[in-house]
């Protein structure tokens, strides 16, 4: 987020996007081609941390590109929901990515899926990375910036001077982020291990993942569009409402899990509120900085609150589940969680 948001800041947001997606496929295409620990040891580790990181740059990066979105819209009135399509791109990754990872694990033999097929997986990703690089090459850049950009007041420094003047302001944001991408992340990476410690098959919260991102399109679209009528903060705040309500019962109901259905409804419930918050991020943080800095501060805002939503929602949770001997003990501590980070969101 400080490297790339100076260039998005300073040459664009089409070019720094462009840069983005060829970040993120270089790590995907390199951690498929990583040979395997047996064949060169230590440094397969080595070199698929280092593509890892070069990927997260990527990823890192695209988040900035919501605020591309909200700038092309055509009318100040619907930025809430051209700001929300940037929102369903996420949702449309989550299903790529979940669905075919679902039917690879249940239907290849495990020795194939281990030797080679969760290969395919990312260099499938890669190419869908390529694929949007191209795409973007037929895109124009952001006439709001082309036309500061014209008048030669684009920042010079723009990640130092948005830290300077706007810390408060990214503070407030990334607790916001935090609130949102915590709750994906407890789904998509601390979910699966929750279930499985009950002695559920883990992959069906890969295809309930992929349901409700599915599920989350519709309510993504709905959000962007309320945002515009009922302005950006009380929509956003009533998806933290929904969030923390459901943050606890989400885990008391994976907690008695007896069928795939059961977790597939509770996901699509839990996403299905989180995604009213995704569905006006892009519009409420672009709007809250100058043009000249709006690249930068979206894409530090929300990097600040990826990382912290990850801490509390996957690394603190998973601690919470084994120092309380399983999910019995530890599910409403772990929903607790989230429901407060929701409750700092909303002040």
């Known amino acids: 987020a400080f490297f790339f948001g100076n260039y998005g800041d300073r040459i664009g947001r089409k070019r720094t996007m462009q ?45 900035g590109g919501g605020s591309w979105s909200v700038e092309s819209a055509h009318s100040s009135s619907r930025r809430g929901l051209v700001g929300s399509s940037f929102a369903l791109g996420l949702s449309g990754g989550v299903m790529l990515a979940a669905f075919p990872a679902f039917y690879m694990i249940t239907t290849l033999p495990g020795a194939v899926f281990l030797g080679y097929g969760w ?36 920042s010079r420094a723009p ?57 989350g399109i519709p309510v993504r679209l709905a959000a962007g569009s309320l945002a515009d009528r009922f302005g950006r903060r009380m929509v956003i705040t009533a998806g933290m ?26 996901e699509i419930a839990f996403y299905g509120f989180i995604s009213i918050q995704i569905g006006v991020v892009a519009s409420m943080f672009s709007e809250q900085f100058r043009t000249m800095y709006r690249y930068s501060g979206t894409t530090i805002s929300a990097n600040f609150g990826q990382f912290t939503g990850g801490l509390t929602s996957s690394v603190l949770a ?14 409403p501590y772990i929903g607790a969680i989230m429901l407060v980070l929701n409750v700092i969101s909303i002040a």
Not at 137 to 150: A, C, V
Not at 247 to 266: E, G, H, K
Request: positive net charge; aromatic residues 12%; hydrophobic residues 50%.
């Open 19 to 63: 840069f983005a997606m060829v970040s993120t496929a270089a790590g995907a295409f390199g951690i498929a081609l990583t040979p395997s620990y047996s064949s060169i040891g230590i440094l397969s580790e080595v070199l698929v941390i280092a593509f890892r990181i070069l990927g997260g740059m990527g990823i890192s990066t695209m988040i």
């Open 119 to 154: 290969r395919l997986l990312f260099v499938a990703g890669g190419i869908m990375m390529l694929s949007s690089y191209v795409m973007i090459s037929y895109t124009s850049e952001s006439s709001i910036f082309s036309s500061i950009r014209k008048r030669n007041e684009t």
């Open 159 to 215: 990640v130092s001077e948005v830290l300077r003047k706007y810390r408060a302001t990214i503070a407030r944001l990334a607790v916001i982020q935090a609130a949102s991408t915590g709750g994906v992340y407890e789904i998509a990476s601390f979910t699966p291990g929750f279930i499985s410690s009950l002695g559920f098959s883990p992959v069906y919260s890969l295809f309930a993942l992929g349901i409700a991102a599915a599920a």
């Open 241 to 266: 409402i929904l969030t923390g309500a459901w943050a606890i019962p989400y885990l008391y109901i994976l907690s008695f899990v007896s069928s795939p259905m059961t977790v597939i409804l509770d």
């Open 318 to 331: 998973a601690y919470i589940l084994y120092a309380l001997h399983g999910p019995e003990n530890s599910w």
